[in-house]
């Protein structure tokens, strides 16, 4: 098999697009024209095709996945989720096998830019400024696949929960005294921030007033 052109791509960086006498195409990176010593008119055996097929197909897994991180923060499950999730074709392949999503987790972790227990670190001051509780805060370290090792360090970030709550009393009142309902209300929207009873219960009675 030889390759009948070699150019750089247009439209994305660091791409490289390979034409095969064939008429198929192969695109890859830079590392790849450089690492394989890639030229216009040279042989590729069978074994070299492949081989350079599949360092094509994992330098645009790495690509992606730091394409990924760059969006948005995210912990390694949520990563390789998503780099092998089945597209909305179904006739369409996942993006990377799970082998190429871990190894590209891997190599993210190695550079720094993948880092869990940072990344636990983060969502619990995220959602300790939105004036939610530590139940609310686990519940987020499970949905987004945190390792449990992390938890208790990251839960160190949240603040006391008598800080949140009276932040929210103060701001749902106003200084007034609330009604029953009014109470309830706010004790029950206290607990879907992921406040426990006893802290809600404690706060009530610190603004002056208590539920039955």
Not at 53 to 60: I, P
Not at 107 to 112: A, F, I, N, Q, T
Not at 117 to 122: G, I, K, L, Q, S
Not at 181 to 199: I, M, P, T
Request: contains cysteine; charged residues 40%.
């Amino acid at each position: 098999m030889r390759i009948s052109k070699l150019e750089p791509s247009k439209r994305v960086r660091d791409r490289w697009l390979v034409w095969l006498d064939d008429g198929s195409l192969l695109r890859v990176t830079e590392n790849e024209v450089v690492s394989f010593a890639l030229y216009a008119g040279i042989e590729l055996s069978d074994g070299d095709y492949d081989r350079l097929s599949d360092a094509a197909g994992r330098s645009a897994v790495r690509g992606k996945a730091l394409d990924l991180l760059a969006a948005r923060p995210m912990s390694r499950w949520e990563l390789i989720r998503k780099l092998t999730a089945q597209p909305r074709d179904r006739e369409k392949p996942p993006l990377a096998t799970r082998e190429q999503a871990e190894e590209a987790a891997d190599w993210l972790e190695r550079l720094g830019y993948l880092n869990d227990a940072e990344y636990a670190r983060t969502v619990a001051r995220h959602y300790s400024a939105k004036g939610c509780g530590e139940r609310k805060v686990r519940d987020e370290f499970f949905r987004r696949g945190i390792p449990r090792e992390y938890w208790e360090e990251a839960l160190t970030e949240v603040e006391p929960p008598e800080n949140g709550v009276d932040a929210f009393l103060r701001s749902r009142f106003q200084g007034r005294v609330p009604d029953k309902k009014e109470l309830k209300r706010a004790s029950d929207a206290l607990a879907r921030r992921g406040y426990r009873w006893d802290d809600i219960n404690e706060g009530l009675r610190r603004y002056g007033a208590e539920l039955d």
